[in-house]
């Protein structure tokens, strides 16, 4: 992880890498300096090549000054070039959300938001790359909810596939520290009853709302 200094006066047009150029980094208050970090652009690299669509992003860097004027967070991750809040046209946020989650990288570490703003496909997708994890769902404005909300209960038999469960399983095989391949098979529910034990759930190998919530 690093992170570097760009100029929008010197480089706005310059390639951070193959699909994303330094302006679309920038802050909308058109301050010079564009801060992006490279682990991000690698993330935001795998979703463009999962969903072979074009990614919009609608913030990334922003400035102190700009971030208080729009009522950002005081410790906001944008504003240190390690956050950027995105979209895919045709694309459900909710489907981006999870196949981010499902990334190794966010295994234990990372940002992932879902913002909602009218109907179920109306939103966009907030990642960043700090050192630990956290997950949220804002719904309609700062109206917070728990991540649980969105996550379909997966059992045993269950398969990831995009369109359908999609990535679910995966995510859930990252919490548990198993090889995730998008399974749900009799290992996945063996760990999960251990961890359902661990934790003072029902072992009954299902993960629903009570076990996603768990995770955080």
Request: overall charge positive.
């Amino acid at each position: 992880m690093a992170v570097n200094t760009y100029s929008m006066k010197k480089d706005w047009n310059k390639k951070v890498s193959a699909h994303f150029s330094v302006y679309e980094f920038a802050c909308s208050d058109k301050s010079d300096m564009v801060l992006v970090d490279t682990s991000l652009i690698e993330v935001l690299e795998q979703i463009r090549a999962h969903f072979g669509k074009p990614v919009k992003i609608n913030s990334a860097y922003r400035t102190p000054a700009y971030n208080i004027s729009i009522g950002g967070s005081p410790r906001s991750q944008h504003c240190l070039g390690t956050a950027a809040d995105i979209r895919i046209v045709g694309v459900d946020p909710i489907q981006i959300a999870l196949y981010a989650a499902s990334l190794p990288f966010y295994a234990k570490r990372g940002g992932i938001g879902y913002y909602s703003r009218v109907g179920l496909k109306d939103g966009f997708v907030h990642v960043d790359v700090r050192s630990w994890s956290s997950r949220w769902i804002s719904k309609v404005g700062t109206t917070y909810v728990s991540v649980s909300k969105i996550m379909p209960t997966i059992k045993q038999g269950a398969k990831d596939c995009v369109g359908g469960i999609s990535y679910a399983v995966t995510v859930l095989q990252r919490h548990l520290s198993i090889t995730a391949d998008g399974n749900f098979g009799a290992g996945t529910k063996a760990k999960l009853i251990e961890y359902q034990k661990a934790h003072g759930l029902t072992a009954d190998g299902i993960c629903g709302s009570g076990t996603w919530g768990s995770f955080t």
